[in-house]
């Protein structure tokens, strides 16, 4: 149970941000490493519970709670530092991510719709297709219905609660490039607002399958939007 998307959709934010209004680099490059970025920060933040875990046997659902209020922190930290801050402003806030980084909008300037929306429509393919027809998926499924049984048919359980926790904070990571990069295009400390916790209900919602997810995660963008 990963309780800390919210934080891992900070640090995505956070890397992805950085390097959208601190590097300067061609059309398509600057955002292609600024999205890897960004679930190279989720990603991070999640395997420290991950190896937790897997290490000390701590529970994931305590530690990633702890995560989120250290990474609310530490984009607060990070946006009083000359290097995060915007020059001439005292508030917290960065710069405005550089247009050769920024998603672009789908609609035009009269709707906030931007490429984020496909990229997660790409990425519940990707879950779909990780979890159904790959054998890193099996061993997920395996592990998260039986450890036991996973160890004895020897499948490392301890590496998969690592590699599980990584693949979430990345997509969750990607979830906080759309905002800072599409959405918001600059990094506050609100920008990941509520949704961290708003995906633990989307996901039960749609019964963690990646097309029921997808829906109900419709649902509360129409709702939110309304």
Do not use: C
Request: hydrophobic share 55%; glycine share 16%.
């Amino acid at each position: 149970f990963n309780i800390g998307a919210q934080g891992q959709i900070i640090l995505g934010a956070i890397f992805g941000g950085y390097i959208g209004f601190a590097w300067h680099l061609p059309i398509g490059l600057h955002l292609l490493l600024a999205l890897i970025g960004a679930m190279l920060g989720g990603a991070i933040w999640a395997s420290i519970a991950g190896v937790l875990k897997a290490r000390t046997g701590a529970h994931e659902v305590i530690v990633t709670i702890m995560l989120n209020n250290i990474a609310l922190y530490l984009v607060a930290y990070l946006l009083s530092l000359k290097a995060f801050q915007r020059p001439g402003s005292v508030n917290p806030i960065s710069p405005f991510i550089d247009k050769n980084a920024e998603l672009p909008l789908l609609l035009g300037s009269g709707f906030r719709l931007h490429a984020g929306f496909l990229l997660a429509l790409v990425a519940a393919v990707g879950v779909w297709w990780l979890m159904s027809r790959s054998t890193l998926g099996f061993t997920f499924r395996a592990v998260g219905a039986n450890p036991h049984a996973a160890r004895t048919a020897g499948m490392s359980v301890e590496r998969t609660y690592i590699w599980v926790m990584g693949i979430a904070g990345a997509l969750a990571g990607l979830g906080g490039a759309a905002q800072v990069l599409g959405t918001e295009r600059v990094l506050t400390g609100g920008v990941a607002a509520s949704f961290g916790f708003d995906a633990i209900t989307v996901a039960l919602l749609g019964r963690s399958k990646p097309l029921g997810t997808v829906l109900a995660g419709l649902l509360f963008g129409a709702l939110r939007a309304g």
